[in-house]
């Protein structure tokens, strides 16, 4: 089967600070409507990451992240919303923040984000990371990938004879183990389409199983094993 393997390069597409009084571009009127709304929504997934809650969703197909900031932290309590777009095979973060805070903090915290490209709390420099990915279908294997190497914060693209795609983002967490971002979209003959929803996955030093069924009764089957590969 032929398949093709990219890593899109993720640059600042915009980024916004408002807070409470003033524009609200992150769509909720306040934090806590926003944890609340993410709460209600079954496809958002939650991780706990040194205190900030991470919650991955998805917004017109697009992968979403939101980093909540800890009670200690100074822009405390406030929200960053980090949107990966893709268009003509570039991909670009949309960073755009809520803080209840003065503008000032708001301000620092939206330029922490863009320094460090959505490594909340940490200062440190891009890691390169290695995929092994698996890929069966109703149990029998159709693919396997070794050494597809991308770059932290960086999405990995498989596609397969124009029938799906694979989109995998993998992060860092304050531990330095990988979180994998995963989604998985089909053609439906003018466009891919998201088959199902998005998983954020841990699998730390090992390896993560993903079971997707699609509205046709066909089982995909992902197993993901990340290895850092460099400091760059």
Request: charge should be negative.
């Amino acid at each position: 089967m032929r398949h093709t393997l990219t890593a899109l390069g993720l640059s600042v597409l915009t980024a916004a600070a408002a807070n409470a009084d003033g524009p609200v571009p992150i769509g909720y009127p306040s934090v806590e409507a926003t944890l609340e709304a993410l709460q209600a929504d079954p496809s958002a997934t939650f991780e706990k990451q040194s205190g900030w809650t991470v919650v991955a969703s998805r917004e017109n197909e697009n992968p979403v992240q939101w980093f909540f900031t800890p009670e200690e932290h100074p822009a405390h309590p406030s929200v960053v919303k980090r949107t990966v777009v893709e268009k003509d095979g570039v991909g670009y973060i949309d960073l755009v923040t809520l803080c209840q805070v003065p503008q000032s903090a708001c301000d620092q915290l939206l330029d922490d984000f863009r320094q460090v490209s959505e490594q909340p709390a940490r200062s440190v420099v891009a890691e390169q990371v290695m995929l092994d990915v698996g890929i069966a279908l109703n149990d029998h294997d159709r693919l396997g990938i070794k050494r597809l190497l991308t770059q932290e914060g960086m999405a990995a693209e498989i596609r397969m004879d124009d029938l799906l795609k694979i989109v995998i983002v993998p992060t860092l967490n304050e531990l330095g183990e990988v979180l994998l971002w995963t989604a998985m979209y089909k053609f439906d003959g003018s466009d891919y389409v998201l088959l199902s929803e998005p998983v954020l996955a841990a699998p730390g030093a090992g390896t993560a199983a993903i079971e997707v069924s699609s509205e046709v009764g066909d089982e995909y089957g992902f197993v993901i094993t990340p290895t850092l590969a460099r400091r760059e």
